[in-house]
């Protein structure tokens, strides 16, 4: 279709994994062309070159972007990611449709008012991969685990061992005299946590390979309470840390800040906003709780613990996990923590 418009063009695209919507229009404004198309890389391709040389696409950071930002980079576009949370105001809209949200999104880019997400590099996509899969393994065999424990409840038998899934559990639970469906479900999910096991093993081999020469990596690693499996989580879904000026620009960014909300001069400050990484507040709250004591984010629990009382435990490991992403910010920009002295702590 051609407008005859020669100047940059700005593009917005309502992403579905069927279909995707594309709304063209000027600097100014003015609508150019309108077009719903199969979600389809060549198609895509072939659509965004009506839009002439290196317009400015601007996408929703939905779950199916990747393949989005491979071609549109190979076809010299200027990709710019949607933050959902900025432009959820778009479901409140009288009149919602694909049209209308690709359109909103490139007036948001002409204007300078969109909220936008950062655009992860294919390197740092594959270490997100890698470590998001071994963490959805994880909670897949910690489930199954507690189905086993269920079996032994609902007919009154208790294995009385740290680890009910070791070489001794195993041979008391093979010895249980079982009704044939429990032992059936049983021996099924053995069998699952055994394969799942192996899946993970594999993985770690992979991750470590992977991240062997990563000096961010490594910089975690010293961190207390933070070992292979936390420090690739926190190194692949943080990625540059150079995107954030600050380590509490970090700990908003990962939903570790308490939510405020002000008018006039009334203001109210509530919980944390777990608005963010969730696995890098869950591997922050997590690694805390492995820290030896005294070290900053120990200290910063006890103290907590102390002054509040026991009641405070859930309050004081949010407030150490701020403690310990500082850290993380300080270990990724610069290679070391000096707090934690010259060559970090075990």
């Known amino acids: 279709m051609d407008t005859g418009y020669a100047g940059q063009q700005v593009v917005g695209l309502d992403l579905h994994r069927r279909r995707t ?68 105001g778009f479901a409140y809209r009288r009149v919602k449709n694909d049209f209308r949200d690709a359109a909103d999104l490139a ?76 032992r059936l479900r049983l021996d099924s999910q053995l069998r699952l946590i055994d394969t799942i096991e192996q899946e993970i093993d594999e993985l770690d081999k992979r991750i470590r390979v992977m991240f062997a020469d990563d000096l961010g990596y490594r910089a975690l690693l010293r961190l207390p309470g933070v070992g292979p499996v936390f420090a690739a989580i926190l190194r692949a879904e943080i990625g540059e840390i150079t995107r954030f000026p600050s380590p509490g620009q970090l700990s908003s960014w990962a939903g570790l800040t308490p939510r405020h909300r002000e008018s006039d001069t009334t203001i109210h400050r509530g919980r944390i906003t777990k608005q963010g990484s969730r696995l890098v507040r869950w591997a922050c709250v997590e690694a805390v709780q492995r820290a030896r004591p005294g070290t900053p984010m120990r200290n910063r629990y006890d103290q907590i613990v102390a002054r509040r009382g026991g009641n405070a435990k859930h309050l004081a490991k949010v407030a150490a996990a701020r403690e310990l992403c500082e850290c993380v910010f300080y270990a990724l920009r610069d290679g070391h923590v000096r707090r934690l002295g010259e060559h970090g702590a075990a």
């Open 21 to 88: 919507v594309m709304v063209r229009m000027t600097e100014a404004g003015e609508r150019l062309e309108a077009v719903r198309f199969v979600s389809d890389p060549a198609v895509l391709a072939e659509q965004i070159a009506k839009a002439g040389p290196a317009p400015r696409v601007v996408v929703e950071a939905t779950y199916a972007w990747y393949w989005v930002a491979d071609v549109l980079d190979a076809a010299g576009a200027q990709l710019h990611l949607a933050h959902p949370l900025g432009v959820k």
């Open 107 to 182: 007036d948001l880019l002409r204007m300078g008012r969109l909220p936008e997400a950062w655009i992860a590099p294919p390197p740092v996509r594959a270490q997100r991969e890698l470590v998001r899969h071994r963490h959805k393994l994880r909670q897949l065999c910690s489930g199954i685990k507690a189905g086993a424990h269920a079996v032994g409840a609902k007919n009154a038998l208790f294995i009385a061992r740290s680890d009910m899934f070791g070489l001794d559990g195993r041979r008391r639970l093979s010895a249980l005299n079982l009704p044939e469906v429990f």
